[in-house]
């Protein structure tokens, strides 16, 4: 069995006496896209906010690679390489998508901190910003700054900032929300294409089943915070368990 990137183990957060996520135990693997799946108010979003530090855990542990980062914040995390996108908008609005993204390219090259090797590695920032930005198929909104950019462009840029920083973790919240049609394909084919490289690990809180069924190896689904259902997807749809959370019943029999 493959050893676990990311893993938590009764994961728990209180808000006063709400348990928004309730001692949930699950790990992920490099190489799977996981879709994180539930009614509205399950928690999901909240299990996203204690993987990736924006909210501190009640109880429980957030491993990565083995080892323990409960009580490491988001920028900590992010270091460590959990990268997240479309939860917090993390775009400096006044500067172009290829400045953005340059930013976050920078960040994550140790020689940034050095001034001598500073202008050595301008070109290669650069170059690497523009390679990021036809990645996400936005080359052509290059010089536009991020404040004028269409929503479904300031949320490729979002990711492109993401893929920027070379995370090993990769979590999508609601990825194609507020997106017009034609722009939906271009951020699925941009995580499928995440996905064939093969050792990334990726999760998707993803409200759209159509979605969900054409990217996920894996579905866990929550229900009031807790770990209703975890596995394969047709599995786990056809469940039901998971039809009764869903629907607030069983589903019917079929006779006949
Ligand atoms: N900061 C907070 N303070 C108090 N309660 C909170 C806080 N954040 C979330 N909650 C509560 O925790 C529960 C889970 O919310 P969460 O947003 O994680 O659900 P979700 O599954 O992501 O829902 P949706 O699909 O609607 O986005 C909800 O009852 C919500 O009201």
Redesign the pocket.
Known sequence: MSVPVLESRDLTIR?GG?T?VNAVSTSFTAGTLTAIV?P????????FNLLSGQLPASAGQVLLDGEDITRLGPADRARRGIGRAFQITNLFPQLTAHENVRLAVQARDPAAANIWQRWTGHRAWIERAEWVLEEVNLQHQRDTVASSLSHGDKRKLEVAIMMALEPHVFMFDEPTAGMSVDEVPVILDLIQKLKRAGDKTILL?E?KMDVVRSLADRIIV?HH?QLLADGEPATVIASPLVQEAYLGRAPEKKHG
Do not use: E, I, Q, S
């Not at 509205?40 to 299990?47: I, L, P, R, V």
């Open positions: 808000f709400h928004a539930g509205n108010g399950a928690g999901k979003t909240t299990y809180v409200h929550l915070g």
